[in-house]
């Protein structure tokens, strides 16, 4: 996510400590803050999908899933 859309989000909260959002920057808020989640959970599954445990005796397994059965 652009650095413009988190000062953005930031700038939404400040307001909205002040003063009540009107409909359309509760919109844009709710907008932007979905994108940043989505962002979020993208990058966190990135991270996940590349992690290695390492065993005592030096052998790396791939991180699975929590649905899938060791092999």
Known sequence: ???????R???????ARQRELTEEEQRER???????IADFRRA???VLEN??????D????????KSEKPK
């Open 1 to 7: 996510m652009e650095q413009k859309k988190i000062d």
């Open 9 to 15: 989000i930031n700038e939404l909260s400040r307001l």
């Open 30 to 36: 709710a907008a932007l803050r979905a994108e940043y």
């Open 44 to 46: 966190t599954i990135d």
């Open 51 to 56: 992690t290695y445990i390492v065993t005592p």
């Open 58 to 65: 030096g052998k790396k397994h791939k991180l699975q899933k």
